[in-house]
């Protein structure tokens, strides 16, 4: 079973940046497509970011793009999201997921998901 583990969450100004992280307690990290996605109080989840095993492919939503960046240290079966210039529309828990894939995945159709780090930009 995967497990999950996301840090790195916390309140900061209009215009900060936040360093995600999810640890995985996985077997073979480089071969699971890795996802990140948030949900904001009384809205649906969306994705945000996706970066495929170990050949570079990544996915962003277009309201995160040259801002947030996603990236992966196989070596610490970890995955990152360093979100830069943060704005208050980027306030929700985020969780990221894992999925067995060798094509990356936009939709929430990931097998695995964490219990979510919580991310409050104040105006």
């Known amino acids: 079973q995967v497990q999950l583990v996301e840090s790195g969450g916390g309140l900061v100004q209009a215009g900060g940046s936040l360093r995600l992280s999810c640890a995985a307690s996985v077997r073979s990290f480089s071969r699971y497509i890795m996802g990140w996605f948030r949900q904001a109080p009384g809205k649906e989840r969306e994705f945000v970011a996706a970066?495929?095993?170990?050949?570079?492919?990544?996915a962003y939503t277009d309201s995160v793009k040259g801002r947030f960046t996603i990236s992966r240290d196989n070596a610490k079966n970890t995955v990152y999201l360093q979100m830069n210039n943060l704005k208050p529309e980027d306030t929700a828990l985020y969780y990221c997921a894992a999925d067995p894939q060798l094509v990356v995945i936009t939709s929430f159709a990931y097998d695995f998901w964490g219990q979510g780090t919580q991310v409050t930009v104040s105006s």
């Open positions: 970066i495929s095993g170990s050949d570079g492919r990544i």
